[in-house]
């Protein structure tokens, strides 16, 4: 099937540890994008590599850690995990244009931090 | 600070009639707009896009984008109570094609 995917689909952890998300993309898109969609169902941009390139950093604190080893895979690292990263990550891909900018999501990763 | 600003709702509607969720943006530079729908649990689904003035049609979803207003609508036709979700305006910002901006989003309701 084409469409992004996302593994785990669910993640609980304690205080403290370091977890990642993986994220891949069968969709031939250059871009990919974490964002973070907190308890309110804000949904919020993280980060977005285009070709393997780091092009949006947002105000992330530094103990998260986008990595992508190709055009079709960006992983998220998170350090030292607190309670206020409880959170549903979804992670998305697009091929941008002059114009257009539309993202696929994958179906998330649910955060849970006890 | 660039916002996107939506009614967060909830917009009750009954079945069959015409549901409206406004959207209006800060960044005059914004040159493309998105609405995605979100079901609960699940992830934001594209169901629109416009990109000029005016009105975009795609079967019972009619996209409205107002420029000069800062504004972009959507309408649902013969609501249905499938229709139920959350809706998320996006609209691209800081002058990039990359980063999208997202509002919070109106729920949705559809009684049958």
């Known amino acids: 099937d084409t469409a992004v995917s996302q593994t785990p689909k669910y993640l609980v952890t304690q205080m403290g540890n370091d977890k990642s998300i993986k994220c891949e993309q069968n969709?031939?898109?250059?871009?990919m994008y974490w964002y973070k969609q907190d308890s309110k169902k804000f949904l919020k941009i993280m980060f977005s590599?285009?070709?393997?390139?780091?092009?949006i950093n947002e105000t992330v604190p530094n103990r998260f850690s986008p990595k992508s080893p190709d055009k079709a895979h960006l992983n998220l690292h998170i350090n030292s995990l607190e309670l206020g990263d409880s959170a549903v990550y979804f992670c998305?891909?697009?091929?941008?244009?002059?114009?257009?900018?539309?993202?696929?999501f994958g179906p998330g990763t649910r955060l849970t931090v006890l | 600070q660039k916002e996107v600003e939506q009614n967060s709702g909830p917009l009750s509607v009954p079945e069959g009639a015409i549901a409206s969720l406004n959207c209006t943006y800060s960044?005059?530079?914004?040159?493309?707009f998105f609405w995605y729908r979100q079901y609960s649990g699940k992830s934001p689904e594209l169901i629109m896009f416009?990109?000029?003035?005016g009105d975009k049609e795609d079967g019972r979803f009619t996209a409205q984008l107002n420029k000069a207003s800062q504004y972009v609508s959507l309408l649902i036709r013969d609501s249905q109570p499938s229709d139920s979700a959350t809706y998320l305006c996006?609209?691209?910002?800081?002058?990039?094609?990359?980063?999208?901006?997202f509002g919070k989003g109106t729920l949705l309701t559809v009684n049958p």
């Open positions: 416009i990109y000029s003035n």
């Open positions: 969709l031939g898109h250059d871009t």
């Open positions: 960044d005059r530079g914004s040159q493309s």
């Open positions: 590599y285009n070709n393997k390139e780091l092009i």
């Open positions: 996006a609209v691209n910002s800081g002058g990039s094609n990359y980063k999208l901006t």
């Open positions: 998305a891909s697009s091929r941008v244009g002059r114009e257009n900018n539309e993202q696929f």
